[in-house]
T-cell receptor
Framework: GESVGLHLPTLSVQEGDNSIINCAYS??????FIWYKQESGKGPQFIID?????DKRQGQRVTVLLNKTVKHLSLQIAATQPGDSAVYFC?????????????FGQGTTLQVKP | DTGVSQDPRHKITKRGQNVTFRCDPI?????LYWYRQTLGQGPEFLTY????????KSRLLSDRFSAERPKGSFSTLEIQRTEQGDSAMYLC??????????????FGAGSRLTVL
């Protein structure tokens, strides 16, 4: 069945280090993937997205990598800052193009140590 | 524009009572979504509207749940005869509904429901 999951529930990194958050998905029909950040008491906030016709996309301090062969997605955060502490969710569209109907994973909590 | 607004932020109710949540999306967004999030889990899709039309409902949305968007602007989500299993954060989101931007959802802060 469909599932979007993250490999680690919690990731702890030192301030200034790079962070890598991983995600596995199983629906090969998915052609759009997105990362959200959720801080305590807030709704999820868009970070970066990628379409299946790409394998890498860069934003400000963030990079998303997509490996369709092994159905793997990762989010890289450069020079991690205390403000990056949050829960990170990957999501896929399950092949439902442009509907906004997303399937979210369980999330990885990123803890940044000063 | 202050983003997506949800009200109330917190609601505590007794089992069997009815509750209603309101969502005001970003004004220029024509799509509006409801998701549910339980503790430690990612959001789960419930339903979405394009303008005033409800286009899809999840199987999670039992007949005790009803969502409306009567004028294509704000939306309400009503839960009748609440059960303890309904306790969750109810998230509203909106998007422009244009091409790939339809997938970029802007979420509100959520309405947390606790059913005693």
């Amino acid at each position: 069945g469909e599932s979007v999951g993250l490999h680690l529930p919690t990731l702890s990194v030192q301030e200034g280090d790079n962070s890598i958050i991983n995600c596995a998905y199983s629906n090969s029909a998915s052609d759009y993937f997105i990362w959200y950040k959720q801080e305590s008491g807030k709704g999820p906030q868009f970070i970066i997205d990628i379409r299946s016709n790409m394998d890498k996309r860069q934003g400000q301090r963030v990079t998303v990598l997509l490996n369709k062969t092994v159905k793997h997605l990762s989010l890289q955060i450069a020079a991690t800052q205390p403000g990056d502490s949050a829960v990170y969710f990957c999501a896929e569209n399950g092949g439902s193009s442009n509907t906004g109907k997303l399937i979210f994973g369980q999330g990885t909590t990123l803890q940044v140590k000063p | 524009d202050t983003g997506v607004s949800q009200d109330p932020r917190h609601k505590i109710t007794k089992r069997g009572q009815n509750v209603t949540f309101r969502c005001d999306p970003i004004s220029e967004h024509n799509r509006l979504y409801w998701y549910r999030q339980t503790l430690g889990q990612g959001p789960e899709f419930l339903t979405y509207f394009q303008n005033e039309a409800q286009l899809e409902k999840s199987r999670l949305l039992s007949d005790r749940f009803s969502a409306e968007r009567p004028k294509g602007s704000f939306s309400t989500l009503e839960i009748q005869r609440t059960e303890q299993g309904d306790s969750a954060m109810y998230l509203c989101a909106s998007s422009s509904g244009t091409g790939s931007w339809a997938n970029v959802l802007t979420f509100g802060a959520g309405s947390r429901l606790t059913v005693l």
